[in-house]
């Protein structure tokens, strides 16, 4: 049997992927993976831990395939639509179901448990700093007064933080694009291997990326640049199963050794594109939708609360409970908020302004250089 073996950039264009699988399926192992931090009610480690040998836990690699694939996208969106375009969509996408998230927090979750009255938790300074996360640019706020005090972590959304990188990753792309970065294959690649190397020793000080960084954002930051280059040198790059095969013996063997950073990014980034494409297309976006945000954003604060009301459920139960009450949320998110959003584009976009600005931001467009 022939194996069948694709260049990454011939599914240019291909809506036929697994992409919204793969998000979907790493949203939910974010909350399997939250569950056994936030149901402590029996002292129990996710057993899921022997495997990775102390280089992860299954939530966090599920996040830094979302930079992967977010990475490989939003830049695919940039350079073909134009950074006007791209903003628009970046903040349609990210805001209105976030908007929605932050108010419920707030004005139903909050407020159904918290520990005071409703007056003193509507007056409360802590309530009204909570509406930070509705522009999650600079900072995150993880409590509301009288929320979840007693539990091993009080975040009403530990889930939020991430939103943080993202969004500055997003800033900064747009910025490199319109200074001309990705004007050519070897000045896109060389931009990226130098904010590779500057960010391993002066992260902090990568303009719009480091102020303010915790240990955790360069590991993002340098998944969503992986999915940058993978994107810039797609038709450099074959999709082979014995590569993909290769690719999974490299990440399990990679676990708890002290190479593991140097091997797994690129193994794992690999291993889901060859998935994302060459494996048998699953239509999910037509039968339910791309509910991997929903799932993401409302994951956390469904979880705090299935531990507020069972403190003695096993952390598998608080897992199906809250899957129970957490897909339904987010296919609801994703049919009546965010597509709904989304499709707003075209209409932004009939504007004259706005195309003007479009074109004027589309000068940047990544040529094909030989290397």
């Known amino acids: 049997m022939k194996l069948a073996s694709t260049l990454l950039s011939s599914h240019d264009n291909n809506r036929k992927n697994n992409f ?10 974010v909350i399997y993976g939250h569950s056994y931090a936030i149901q402590n009610s029996i002292n129990m480690n996710d057993p899921l831990n022997i495997i990775f040998k102390g280089s ?4 966090g690699f599920a996040v830094d395939a979302f930079f992967i694939i977010s990475g490989y996208l939003v830049t695919a969106s940039l350079l073909k639509q134009g950074a006007a375009y791209y903003a628009v969509s970046r903040i349609l996408r990210v805001f209105p179901a976030l908007f929605i998230c932050v108010l419920l927090s707030v004005f139903a979750l909050g407020w159904a448990v918290t520990s005071l009255d409703t007056h003193a938790y509507f007056t409360n300074p802590q309530t009204r700093k909570y509406f930070i996360n509705l522009l999650p640019f600079i900072n995150i706020e993880y409590l509301l007064p009288g929320v979840f005090e007693n ?4 975040a009403v959304n530990g889930s939020l933080w991430t939103l943080i990188v993202e969004l500055r990753c997003y800033f900064l792309l747009m910025l490199l694009g319109l200074f001309g970065a990705f004007r050519n294959k070897i000045m896109a690649n060389f931009t990226l291997l130098a904010l590779f190397a500057f960010g391993l020793f002066f992260y902090e000080s990568i303009p719009f990326l480091g102020k303010g960084a915790t240990i955790h954002w360069p590991s993002l930051s340098f998944f969503f640049l992986i999915g940058v280059f993978f994107y810039i040198n797609r038709d450099k790059i074959w999709l082979d199963p ?13 676990f708890g050794e002290k190479w593991f950073h140097a091997i797994f990014p690129m193994s794992f980034a690999y291993f889901i594109f ?3 494409y060459s494996t048998p297309f699953i ?3 037509k039968k339910v939708g791309d509910i991997s945000y929903g799932i993401y954003i409302y994951g956390w604060p469904t979880q705090e609360l299935v531990a507020y009301l069972f403190p003695a459920l096993h952390p598998k139960g608080n897992i199906l409970i809250s899957t129970a009450i957490v897909l339904p949320l987010a296919y609801l998110s994703w049919h009546f908020i965010e597509h709904p959003s989304l499709s707003l584009k075209n209409r932004f976009f009939q504007s ?18 030989k290397i």
């Open 20 to 29: 919204t699988l793969i998000r979907i399926m790493c949203a939910w192992l």
């Open 56 to 59: 992860d836990y299954i939530g």
């Open 151 to 154: 539990h091993s972590d009080s």
């Open 242 to 254: 014995r590569l993909a095969f290769l690719a999974l013996i490299l990440i399990f063997s990679s």
């Open 274 to 276: 060859y998935f994302a």
């Open 283 to 285: 239509n999910v976006d």
């Open 352 to 369: 004259i302004i706005l195309k003007k600005l479009n074109t004027s931001f589309s000068n940047f467009r990544l040529k094909p250089t």
